[in-house]
T-cell receptor, first 113, second 113 residues
Framework: EAQVTQNPRYLITVTGKKLTVTCSQN?????MSWYRQDPGLGLRQIYY???????DKGDVPEGYKVSRKEKRNFPLILESPSPNQTSLYFC????????????FGPGTRLTVL | DQQVKQNSPSLSVQEGRISILNCDYT??????FLWYKKYPAEGPTFLIS?????DKNEDGRFTVFLNKSAKHLSLHIVPSQPGDSAVYFC????????????FGKGTHLIIQP
């Protein structure tokens, strides 16, 4: 089954404790991205990657890091999480062509205390 | 500056009637527009899209209209069904999707029996 998976689905952590949210896709997509969804703000892009070893900042990259060592994986790293990073996070992928119909993962709800 | 605007946070429509969701954009470089549907606790799923060279695209009960001069697009759902109750996001992209998607804040559509 073609899908984007994220782990964990739910996470409660404390300020400053490094964490990683994993994202994996089995569709051989070149393009992957991370979004956060906040009430009243919709979906905002954090980082995206057009291919292996190619990453770029989205609209709200501060406080996040990403890596793209393999085509299928695109982890999101919070080196020192803060309460304003409490949010619902979505990973997405697509083949990177002009018709950018991204496939989204199920979401990771992160709470930073 | 919000480049994609959905000015109605919520919309209530009776079952069987037409639902019209609106979206405005400010970036004249946008050349492809998409609508996503999102249920609670799930990632967004692609619904329908339209290229800037067209003014209408239809897929079953869903039709998207694009008015480039007004920088406005709308999603029509006819007839509306209970399963259509969800949050709908309008999104736009430019340069063949190289910069990722810019999303609106979403409209919560409620279909009443």
């Amino acid at each position: 089954e073609a899908q984007v998976t994220q782990n964990p689905r739910y996470l409660i952590t404390v300020t400053g404790k490094k964490l990683t949210v994993t994202c994996s896709q089995n569709m051989n997509h070149e393009y992957m991205s991370w979004y956060r969804q906040d009430p009243g703000l919709g979906l905002r892009q954090i980082y995206y990657s057009m291919n292996v070893e190619v990453t770029d900042k989205g609209d709200v990259p501060e406080g996040y890091k990403v890596s793209r060592k393999e085509k299928r994986n695109f982890p999101l790293i919070l080196e020192s999480p803060s309460p304003n990073q409490t949010s619902l996070y979505f990973c997405a992928s697509n083949w990177g062509g002009p018709y950018n119909e991204q496939f989204f993962g199920p979401g990771t709800r992160l709470t930073v205390l | 500056d919000q480049q994609v605007k959905q000015n109605s946070p919520s919309l209530s429509v009776q079952e069987g009637r037409i639902s019209i969701l609106n979206c405005d954009y400010t970036n004249s470089m946008f050349d492809y527009f998409l609508w996503y549907k999102k249920y609670p606790a799930e990632g967004p799923t692609f619904l329908i899209s339209i290229s800037s060279i067209k003014d209408k695209n239809e897929d079953g009960r869903f039709t998207v209209f694009l008015n480039k001069s007004a920088k406005h697009l709308s999603l029509h759902i006819v007839p509306s069904q209970p399963g259509d109750s969800a949050v709908y996001f309008c999104a736009a992209t430019a340069r063949g999707g190289a910069d990722g998607l810019t999303f609106g804040k979403g409209t919560h559509l409620i279909i009443q029996p």
